[in-house]
């Protein structure tokens, strides 16, 4: 947007890295902890992958334990423990290179099955579970509310932190993210993504009792968890990230995209139940996908079940005809997207539908 370049270009004319703490930094943290309710203290990194890699060996330093949850179709970046049960099969990890050691302490668990998950986080002791309110690369599944809620309850119960991996979610539900959206408050929130205005950012915020561990003021080695960086919070990510976040802050533009976002969920579905075409539109908020298939998606292994060859089929054929999007992936709407790309995408559909 205009006014965030403007912001940016005023910034790099006076520096673009200070090497120290300097009062963006501040403000930037102030103005994400205003807006994330559970975030009474912030600290910024250079991506999400960082952020997930920092909060979770908090949560360790914090409960003094060490194995970590995640869940199935779950995406945490290219950290080593959290490359683990993202696509089926869940035994595999997802990269080469990973040691048995590096992942023998993530724990795997079932997405929207609180049954599944109360089993494993009683037989286990759990530094911390992490979860996204709407698995990304999962299939863009939105958590069930009451799901999260006995989530809380659970880790509250049992001394383990509840991580939200809002790196997606994260300013786009609403200006507090998911947990404001679904009223359920993590111990720990990482974010990324459009808190840089479109510069790479990560961020990690929780309560000041937690985040203070980081402090090598108040806790000497090795009792205080490690976080720095050298571009961490550098004043022209900070500058950008602080305008986009101004901008969202009243809720206007999340709202709108939301009202617009539940729209063409609605629009989808109705094109390919005209046109016999079994599929089920998912998402939440400004997300949406497609899978090819008749059973409800509530889960990852339900993605697995879909025709994935149709919708790739179905992206290739959006590309083809002038539509951008990743093939496979979920779609996410923009308030750069005016109403003639909508009724585009629209149009597309229609016509894929009608020549398969």
């Known amino acids: 947007p205009p006014e965030i370049m403007k912001e940016v270009k005023r910034q790099i004319e006076k520096g673009t890295h200070y090497g120290t703490c300097h009062e963006l930094e501040i403000t930037a943290a102030k103005q994400v902890a205003k807006m994330v309710p559970s975030a009474e203290m912030v600290r910024f990194t250079n991506s999400g992958t960082e952020a997930s890699m920092y909060a979770t060996r908090l949560a360790r330093s914090y409960t003094k334990r060490e194995q970590i949850a995640k869940f199935e179709g779950g995406w945490h970046g290219g950290y080593d423990p959290l490359?683990?049960?993202?696509?089926?099969?869940?035994?595999?990890?997802?990269?080469?290179?990973?040691?048995?050691?590096?992942?023998?302490?993530?724990?795997?668990?079932?997405?929207?099955?609180?049954?599944?998950?109360?089993?494993?986080?009683k037989k286990e002791k759990l530094a911390a579970v992490i979860v996204e309110p709407v698995l990304g690369a999962g299939g863009c599944i939105?958590?069930?509310?009451?799901?999260?809620?006995?989530?809380?309850?659970?880790?509250?119960?049992?001394?383990?932190?509840?991580?939200?991996?809002?790196?997606?979610?994260?300013f786009r539900l609403a200006p507090g993210g998911g947990q404001q959206f679904f009223n359920v408050f993590p111990d720990i929130t990482v974010l990324g993504k459009i808190l840089g205005g479109g510069f790479p950012v990560g961020a990690i915020g929780g309560s000041r009792e937690i985040m203070e561990l980081m402090d090598p003021l108040l806790y000497e080695r090795p009792n205080f968890s490690f976080h720095g960086g050298t571009f961490c919070a550098n004043p022209v990510t900070t500058t950008a990230g602080l305008a986009m976040l101004k901008t969202?802050?009243?809720?206007?533009?999340?709202?709108?995209?939301?009202?617009?976002?539940?729209?063409?969920?609605?629009?989808?579905?109705?094109?390919?139940?005209?046109?016999?075409?079994?599929?089920?539109?998912?998402?939440?908020?400004?997300?949406?996908?497609?899978?090819?298939?008749?059973?409800?998606?509530?889960?990852?292994?339900?993605?697995?079940?879909?025709?994935?060859?149709?919708?790739?089929?179905?992206?290739?054929?959006?590309?083809?005809?002038?539509?951008?999007?990743?093939?496979?992936?979920?779609?996410?709407?923009?308030?750069?997207?005016?109403?003639?790309?909508?009724?585009?995408?629209?149009?597309?559909?229609e016509n894929y539908v009608r020549d398969n």
């Open 248 to 349: 969202l802050e009243d809720g206007e533009i999340i709202d709108d995209l939301n009202k617009r976002g539940d729209s063409l969920r609605q629009e989808l579905s109705d094109i390919f139940e005209r046109g016999f075409v079994d599929v089920q539109v998912v998402g939440v908020s400004s997300l949406f996908h497609t899978h090819f298939t008749n059973e409800e998606v509530n889960d990852v292994h339900a993605v697995s079940r879909a025709n994935r060859d149709k919708l790739e089929q179905y992206h290739m054929h959006l590309i083809a005809n002038g539509v951008f999007f990743l093939p496979t992936k979920t779609g996410a709407l923009s308030a750069a997207h005016t109403k003639t790309d909508v009724e585009k995408f629209l149009v597309e559909t």
């Open 142 to 170: 939105p958590a069930k509310k009451e799901f999260l809620k006995a989530l809380r309850e659970l880790c509250s119960e049992n001394g383990t932190l509840l991580v939200f991996d809002e790196i997606i979610t994260g």
């Open 83 to 121: 490359l683990l049960a993202v696509k089926p099969p869940f035994n595999l990890s997802e990269s080469s290179g990973l040691t048995e050691g590096t992942l023998k302490d993530t724990v795997v668990l079932p997405f929207n099955d609180i049954d599944g998950v109360e089993r494993m986080i």
